[in-house]
Nanobody, 124 residues
């Protein structure tokens, strides 16, 4: 039973990456999913969330307009498309499944299953 975050890497400022969060042994269907990140020396912070119905998405102010969260329930996968990347986006990115179906929040304590994290480095 696990979430697997992937798709990270080294990219130049202004570049793009697409992160994937795939589940094995558990379903993501109808559950809220969140993306969080942790930069070196900083606390983990919420980045984005998508509701179980896929009709509601939210973004932190720091990524709004640049990142897009989406899901493909048939593939049991959630994505985070990251465009116009900045050096300050450098962090380990984690996906997590909410405790409840339908709803997602920006609070870590509202998530029970977490992926292992994927490193995103934005540097020239």
């Amino acid at each position: 039973v696990q979430l697997q975050a992937s798709g990270g890497g080294l990219v130049q400022p202004g570049g793009s990456l697409r992160l994937s969060c795939a589940a094995s042994g558990l379903t993501l269907d109808y559950y809220g999913i969140g993306w969080f990140r942790q930069a070196p020396g900083k606390e983990r912070e919420w980045v984005s969330e998508i509701s179980g119905s896929d009709t509601s998405t939210r973004y932190s102010d720091s990524v709004k307009g640049r990142f897009t969260i989406s899901r493909d329930n048939a593939k049991n996968t959630v994505y985070l498309q990251m465009n116009s990347l900045k050096p300050e986006d450098t962090a380990v990115y984690y996906c997590a499944r909410a405790l409840w179906r339908w709803r997602a929040t920006d609070l870590e304590e509202d998530y029970d299953y977490w992926g292992q994290g994927t490193q995103v480095t934005v540097s020239s």
